[in-house]
């Protein structure tokens, strides 16, 4: 059993950083990607970041390169998404996501319908 738990929210002010972790058991993940999306309030889920667990190919919303990114340990089976230059528009509930690769390329990546597995979210509050 897949089991995806999100650490690490909180509430920061404007311009401040957060790293969220997202912990994964029940499998060996290396023919995995793992993401990141994200939820406000009123607003359809949204692809944040995502990465290929063996081969570390990364991807990223335009809204934040640059500011976030998004990393594994593959001795601790947990993928980071360190968050910098937090703005208000970054509050959301964020929700890490792993699914089977391939296909591994930015359209099956961002989609969250292709992703098996979903973790219980944290809330990011950035206050300005």
């Known amino acids: 059993q897949v089991q995806l738990v999100e650490s690490g929210g909180g509430q920061v002010q404007v311009g401040g950083s957060l790293r969220l972790s997202c912990a994964a058991s029940?499998?060996?993940?290396?023919?995995?990607?793992m993401a990141w999306f994200r939820q406000a309030p009123g607003k359809e889920r949204e692809f944040v970041a995502a990465?290929?667990?063996?081969?570390?190919?990364?991807y990223y919303t335009d809204s934040v390169k640059g500011r976030f990114t998004i990393s594994r340990d593959n001795a601790k089976n947990t993928v980071y998404l360190q968050m910098n230059s937090l703005n208000p528009e970054d509050s959301a509930v964020y929700y890490c996501?792993?699914?089977?690769?391939?296909?591994?390329?930015?359209?099956?990546?961002?989609?969250?319908?292709?992703?098996?597995?979903w973790g219980q979210g944290t809330q990011v509050t950035v206050s300005s």
């Open positions: 996501a792993a699914k089977q690769v391939p296909p591994m390329d930015y359209r099956s990546s961002s989609s969250y319908t292709r992703y098996d597995y």
């Open positions: 029940g499998r060996t993940f290396s023919r995995y990607a």
């Open positions: 990465i290929w667990w063996s081969e570390g190919i990364t």
